[in-house]
């Protein structure tokens, strides 16, 4: 099954600054950007919302809690890195969202972050380490996601007896994205990951057995053909998930799900 993503802004328009004898009686505008690109890629059909990891914008799990509430089918996929919270935090974050969401909340954990990035961000992690702690924080969020007397003795997160109440409601856990091209990030993926996101020049067969391969893809201004083709290309490679990644994120939204994924349907009708 072919899946589309849509990446949605995490900042805020800068407020235009009108001439002082200009008199502005326009209402003020009321949206944001990433709730109205949520709700474009829900009306375009589209599977999911990406939404990134922004040092400088707002919360990439704050953001999607929004989308979350705002839409009632969209994925919602969150990026962010392992060192913003315990593993236990994150879980039980996240399975409050999926009990009231439907499960429709996924993971994306960034690792390799610009090293001038993860200081500031606290973190000060370097080479192999970050993968090493990416995998206990993965493993240490599926261990307490729905049970009890979970321990766990690792280099960077310990857990004694710990775990998260059973819900009645449906709580899967969140769908993992991760990415990158080195042996560590590889090896990450085939134990942990659901999907592996390349860049549009990475080789689908780097992939591990048994993990989506997903693709980052700019929409470029151009013929409705000409995306469809671009789109073609990387699914005869073998990928099913694509994340959008739009000039125009609200226009985007509803060019790709009403004019470039009905080109792609008449060529599975037709081919």
């Known amino acids: 099954m072919t899946r589309f993503h849509i990446t949605v802004p995490t900042r805020a328009p800068e407020r235009v600054e009108l001439p002082e004898f200009v008199t502005d009686l326009r209402p003020p505008d009321r949206g944001t950007g990433h709730r109205l690109v949520g709700r474009a890629a829900e009306l375009a059909g589209l599977d999911g919302a990406l939404v990134p990891f922004d040092p400088g914008g707002l919360e990439s799990l704050v953001v999607a809690a929004g989308l979350l509430r705002d839409s009632r089918r969209i994925e919602v996929i969150a990026e962010f890195h392992p060192g913003i919270a315990t593993p236990v935090y994150a879980a039980k ?9 439907g499960g429709r909340l996924g993971w994306r954990l960034i690792v390799d972050l610009d090293p001038a990035v993860a200081r500031a961000q606290g973190d000060f992690l370097t080479g192999a380490a970050r993968y090493a ?11 307490v996601w729905d049970g009890s007397g979970f321990g766990f003795d690792g280099e960077y ?9 059973a819900s009645r ?24 990951a659901d999907v592996h996101v390349l860049d549009p020049g990475d080789d689908p067969a780097l992939v591990p057995d048994g993990v989506a391969a997903a693709v980052r893809l700019p929409v470029r201004a151009g013929p409705d053909e000409q995306v469809a083709a671009e789109i073609r290309t990387h699914l005869d490679r073998g990928v099913t998930e694509f994340f959008l990644e739009p000039a125009a994120p609200l226009d985007d939204a509803y060019r790709i799900g009403q004019r470039v994924l009905p080109l792609l349907e008449q060529e599975v009708r037709h081919g």
């Open 133 to 143: 702690r990416a995998a206990e924080f993965l493993t240490v969020a599926r261990g």
């Open 157 to 165: 997160f310990q857990v004694l007896d710990g775990g998260l109440p």
């Open 169 to 192: 409601a449906p709580r899967p856990f969140p769908r993992v994205y991760l990415s990158g091209t080195s042996d560590e990030a590889l090896e990450l993926s085939a134990n942990h």
């Open 93 to 101: 974050l996240s399975a409050s969202s999926q009990r009231y969401t």
